[in-house]
């Protein structure tokens, strides 16, 4: 089967910078995604890696590497607006095309 | 094309009763994905179309659930008999291989469905 951790809460003030790591077990492994979701909304897609290294997008950037089966993304010069929760998602090939979320990190910003 | 559509927003029925859900994609995805989430854990993966075919379904579905997508564009998530462990956000998303980004799901707001 497929597995994946989180920390299920983080917090941080305003302007800083965070890490979120996600741990995942699947034997098919295939690519790790990022979706934010702030209470009540739909979730929103941040990225995706299938190769070891660093994907930056503007104040975030996600890593992963295969060989540690972990992951993580970086969230800087923190605005009270990324106060949501984050989900990785893994894609493992035995499983199909579909993503399999885990369970969360909330992540609240404090002024 | 303002992005994924769900429909109804919020549901509540009574235990034993039928629910339908309807989702319209962005146009041009030809894959849709039903998954469903409930209060503080992630989405859980419910089935998969490519255009008209459904080609993944979750083997934690119950035979109470089926999904259609007719012609290859919105599909609907039908429950029968519905029990109060249904009560959950069932939530649609798209995509394309075509996209900038192939592998990121576009969400829909989502069902929100009470079961009483």
């Known amino acids: 089967g497929q597995s994946l951790e989180q920390p299920s809460e983080v917090t941080a003030v305003e302007g800083a910078i965070v890490q979120i790591n996600c741990t995942y077990q699947?034997?098919?492994?295939?690519?790790l995604s990022w979706y934010q979701q702030h209470d009540g909304g739909a979730p929103t897609f941040l990225s995706y890696?299938?190769?070891?290294g660093l994907e930056e997008t503007g104040r975030f950037s996600s890593f992963l590497s295969r060989s540690d089966s972990y992951g993580y993304l970086l969230l800087q010069e923190l605005q009270m607006k990324d106060s949501a929760s984050y989900f990785c998602a893994v894609r493992d090939l035995n499983y199909g095309q579909n993503f399999v979320f885990g369970p969360g990190t909330r992540l609240s910003v404090l002024p | 094309d303002t992005g994924v559509s769900q429909d109804p927003r919020h549901k509540i029925t009574k235990r034993g009763q039928n629910v339908t859900f309807r989702c319209d994609p962005i146009?041009?995805?030809?894959?849709l994905y039903w998954y469903r989430q409930t209060l503080g854990q992630g989405p859980e993966f419910l089935t998969y179309f490519q255009n008209e075919a459904q080609l993944e379904k979750s083997r934690l579905l119950s035979d109470r659930f089926s999904a259609e997508r007719p012609k290859g564009s919105f599909s609907t998530l039908e429950i029968q008999r519905t029990e109060q462990g249904d009560s959950a956000m069932y939530l649609c998303?798209?995509?394309?291989?075509?996209?900038?980004?192939?592998?990121?799901?576009?969400f829909g707001s989502g069902t929100r469905l009470t079961v009483v």
């Open positions: 890696n299938a190769l070891d």
């Open positions: 998303a798209s995509s394309a291989l075509g996209d900038k980004n192939p592998y990121g799901y576009t």
């Open positions: 699947t034997s098919g492994f295939y690519g």
């Open positions: 146009s041009e995805h030809n894959r």
